[in-house]
């Protein structure tokens, strides 16, 4: 049987789409809720190094400045979520986690003032799990995977660095960085043993 660490296609396809879609799904619905209230929920992002505001990067991906922004992250969001569950869910939420974390915390400690917003960062941190995680786990399965996901959304990638302004370009980068860091662990995991117990 396939390690996980070394699969390309989720084992469980419609749980998959279930949870990819039930995802997005909730980002349209929040952005239905802040429509009807003006908007007031866009100040709600990630604000750097404001300690009143550092709970705010548990909800910044799933907040959007308008139906616009939120349209141009959905779509590559499903397809590079979708293929990042191919480790199964309980992995595809512990990636998640990972570049959520990363993304908002890279982007309170380092980013411009101001709230940053949107799913943007995870749409990197997917696209960057996928792109190095064949590397990590020796798959080369993943790595041909990895070729056909540049070739449709490599560009994007010059979105890590300063650009248009109103952009979270720290976003993007913190987010890349994460995905990095999820696709080293779940490899890493993939090769060790048992945990050794440490008593405090």
């Given amino acids: 049987m396939k390690s996980p660490a070394k699969r390309v296609v989720p084992p469980k396809p419609v749980l998959s789409a279930v949870v990819v879609l039930g995802f997005v799904g909730l980002l349209y619905v929040v952005e239905a809720i802040d429509t009807v209230l003006g908007g007031t929920l866009n100040d709600d992002g990630v604000i750097p190094r404001d300690f009143d505001q550092w709970d705010n990067i548990l909800w910044y991906p799933v907040l959007h400045g308008d139906w616009t922004h939120l349209t141009g992250n959905a779509v590559p969001l499903m397809v590079?979520?979708?293929?990042?569950?191919?480790?199964?869910?309980?992995?595809?939420?512990?990636?998640?986690?990972?570049?959520?974390?990363?993304?908002?915390?890279?982007?309170?400690?380092?980013?411009?003032?101001?709230?940053?917003?949107?799913?943007?960062?995870?749409?990197?941190?997917?696209?960057?799990?996928?792109?190095?995680?064949?590397?990590?786990?020796?798959?080369?399965?993943q790595i041909v995977l990895a070729v056909?996901?540049?070739?449709?959304?490599?560009?994007?990638?010059?979105?890590?660095?300063?650009?248009?302004?109103?952009?979270?370009?720290?976003?993007?980068?913190?987010?890349?960085?994460?995905?990095?860091?999820?696709?080293?662990?779940?490899?890493?995991?993939?090769?060790?043993?048992?945990?050794?117990?440490?008593?405090?």
């Fill in 80 to 141: 590079l979520a979708y293929l990042a569950t191919s480790g199964g869910i309980k992995q595809f939420f512990q990636v998640t986690a990972v570049i959520w974390l990363c993304g908002g915390l890279g982007v309170w400690i380092f980013g411009s003032y101001g709230s940053h917003i949107g799913a943007s960062g995870l749409v990197f941190g997917f696209l960057m799990f996928l792109l190095v995680r064949g590397v990590f786990a020796r798959s080369a399965l």
């Fill in 148 to 200: 056909v996901v540049f070739a449709m959304y490599g560009a994007a990638l010059w979105g890590v660095l300063p650009g248009q302004p109103g952009i979270s370009w720290e976003g993007h980068l913190f987010g890349a960085l994460g995905g990095v860091l999820a696709a080293w662990g779940v490899a890493r995991d993939a090769r060790k043993g048992a945990p050794t117990t440490l008593d405090a």
